[in-house]
């Protein structure tokens, strides 16, 4: 399956692989190998036929123009860049930060709410697989529907289950009893609503994480926590970015002003000041000469921005 990158998997594409197509860093989606199926984008036409059989990795040419598609091995990061999206979605920064700080491992029992488009799910079972079990509630039923196929067809099935249920008017259901989940994970558009139902399935200790785009659903969520939890943390993660880069020499870079440190590095600045007097004069005297260059990183010109805060609050144990 899909989430059990501990299994040695094989790593050849056989009818019916889940098999995550690359046009380009923003280009990706996905088929699920037919034999004499085609699968068409803007690169071209391409046959099943030409990659099953193949490995992973694999580069296969359009029948019909010069462009070409790569066929990835999937993973819970390129699903979430590949799948339908049905609903906004958890995306990878944010499903590490939250896997992280609901401290899962393998094993652990963990309630998630709604399911949406199912990225989150997968992201769980990964970090609670092969043993650990993942319920999953949407009420959209069109959703949950769509949900259990894909985590059939996934290979996920036997680690995360999907049940149409609205949470906030009946809870979480029967799936695992009171104060049986290690994790809770809700993503709604009003979870202060879910929070006793949630915290009644949660063991003591148990870790409980709310994922809104908007400080005021955040702070009306964090209200409902203060008698039964604690350690209440609200984070918002930013990707930045840096790239590596061959840019013009900044004039600072030649000729450092400041002297410090020990004899032998001021030395070394100075010969370095010197060294480049000395072209400087030598270019002045030979006429205009390319720039110098320096490879340097810096922030990457696009920073994905604000996608949502994530709350994570422990459940107090109660005094005996
Ligand atoms: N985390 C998901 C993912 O990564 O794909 C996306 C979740 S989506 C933003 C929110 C989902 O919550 C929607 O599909 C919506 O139908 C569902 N939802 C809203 N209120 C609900 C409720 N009371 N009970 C269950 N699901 C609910």
Redesign the pocket.
Known sequence: GLVESHIPRSNTITPSSLCVIFASYASLSFVYATPNQKYSNRNGVFHHNDFIGKEFGVKVPSRCSDGFVYIMRPTVELWAHSLNHR????HPLDQSVVTLNLHLKPGSIVLE????????SHALSRAVAPNGKVWS????KV?AETANEEFKKNGVDNICTCEH?????EGFGESCGDGGADGIFL???EPWT?TEHALRKLRPDGRLCS?SPCIEQTQRFVKTLSDSCHSVMTIEVRLKEFCVDTLPALPMEISMPFYYGTEKVDKARKDKVKAEEERKKKEAEEGEQPKRKKIRTRPAAEMRGHTAFLTFATKSVPLK
């Open positions: 609903t906004q979605i958890c709410s709604g399911t949406g488009s199912g990225a989150m509630y949407e009420f959209n959703r249920r609205d949470v906030c008017g993503d709604l558009p879910a994922y």
